[in-house]
């Protein structure tokens, strides 16, 4: 089979290592296309070369932009490449607008489509993700959910016949880079000022809600600066170009600033920490398969099996309940007794999304 999978954004370069080498452990012939939503470096790049993935087949430059204009020129690239390529399946993965580009450019084509992390909901409207999870989702002839209450989401939604429950391949990669990590020298600090010894944070922010309006920004900031320990914050381009625009400064009180880690230092960063602090989904699950606490600033979360036992929390930082002492001990509080479970399946979701790929093109 050939199958070519749409990739575009950070999260998704980590989802596709463990596909492109299941792919390739089984035979198939994949190409790899690059919509170029992301460019730097810091957040493409090293993913490649840190996780082993081979190099993208076509580029499609994309770049920054507003939702229409960057979902449209993927678009526009996409079908020429589409056509040329000619795949058994295209597949997209999570719900970013090249998840999106790639779900809608390829059934328009009547090329078969899969979408990978299907069935997540954070039924918030306003987030431009879900906006893309659920097009996808009903443009898609195969969804391969991660969890069984993305399964129950997709059944809700009258498509629960195109569903194959598979795990969650950031399981997967993430497992892989712990053993690596494992293996390794003594930890390195996250972030410049961060003694990787003694106790810390991980902290990111990036969601448009979060850092979009300067007042909400200027609240996490806050929070974070206030915390008694030591908070490695490190900043996605939009977050440090939102700060610079509204003129807040991001370094002070606890915050230690750093660039976007690649994969394995991430996860590496993450075990060593006292907790997480995030607004990205991924993360909320690296910390709880990784045993630390976290803390999402977030009214909703995609992913509700992390708040089981407290591993997860929701803290709305600029509600009207929000106190600098309520966070500081949300953040810190000590790891649930109980050891994580396993929801997010055993670390071989890849194995069985090729699996389905073979039996759904049959
Ligand atoms: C995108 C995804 C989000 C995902 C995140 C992971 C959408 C709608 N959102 O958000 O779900 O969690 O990726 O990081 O697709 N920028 C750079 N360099 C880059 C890329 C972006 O400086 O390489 C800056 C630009 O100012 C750009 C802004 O970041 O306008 C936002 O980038 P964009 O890709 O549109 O969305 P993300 O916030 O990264």
Not at 28 to 57: A, K, N
Request: net charge neutral.
């Amino acid at each position: 089979m050939r199958i070519l999978s749409v990739v575009g954004a950070r999260p998704q370069f980590v989802k596709l290592a463990p596909i492109a080498a299941a792919l390739a452990a089984a035979g198939h012939e994949h190409v790899i296309v690059h919509t170029g939503q992301h460019y730097d470096p810091q957040l493409s790049e090293v993913f490649f070369t840190g996780l082993g993935i081979p190099r993208p087949d076509e580029r499609l430059r994309a770049g920054s932009g507003g939702h229409g204009p960057q979902t449209g020129s993927m678009l526009a690239a996409l079908d020429p490449v589409l056509i040329r390529r000619a795949p058994d399946w295209v597949l997209v993965y999570g719900d970013t607008n090249s998840t999106l580009a790639g779900a809608l450019s390829a059934v328009k084509l009547h090329l078969p489509v899969a979408h990978l992390e299907a069935g997540l909901r954070s039924f918030n409207r306003r987030m431009p993700e879900e906006h893309n999870r659920v097009l996808t989702d009903h443009a898609a002839d195969l969804l391969l959910a991660p969890t069984a209450e993305a399964v129950r989401n997709l059944e809700r939604e009258g498509i629960g016949a195109r569903t194959a429950l598979v795990g969650d391949v950031m399981v997967d990669a993430c497992l892989s880079a712990r053993e690596r990590a494992r293996a390794g020298a003594a930890p390195e600090p996250p972030a410049p000022g961060i003694d990787a010894r003694a106790p810390y944070l991980v902290a990111t922010i990036h969601r448009a809600d979060n850092t979009d309006q300067r007042e909400r920004l200027a609240a996490i900031v806050d929070a974070l600066a206030a915390l008694p320990v030591p908070v490695a914050l490190l900043a996605h381009p939009r977050l440090r170009a939102r700060a610079t625009q509204f003129g807040l400064e991001l370094a002070r009180g606890s915050v230690r600033v750093g660039d976007p880690l690649p994969y394995a230092q991430m996860v590496a960063a993450v075990t060593g920490s006292a907790g997480v602090v995030t607004d990205s989904g991924g993360l909320q699950k690296e910390a709880y398969i990784l045993g630390r606490p976290c803390t999402t600033i977030r009214s909703e979360t995609e992913w509700p099996e992390t708040l089981a036992d407290g591993w997860n929390v929701l803290v709305d930082v600029a509600g009207p309940e929000f106190t600098g002492a309520a966070f500081a001990g949300a953040v810190l509080r000590p790891a649930p007794p109980a050891p994580p479970g396993e929801p997010f399946g055993d670390g071989r979701a890849a194995a069985r999304v090729v699996s389905e790929l073979e039996r759904a093109a049959r």
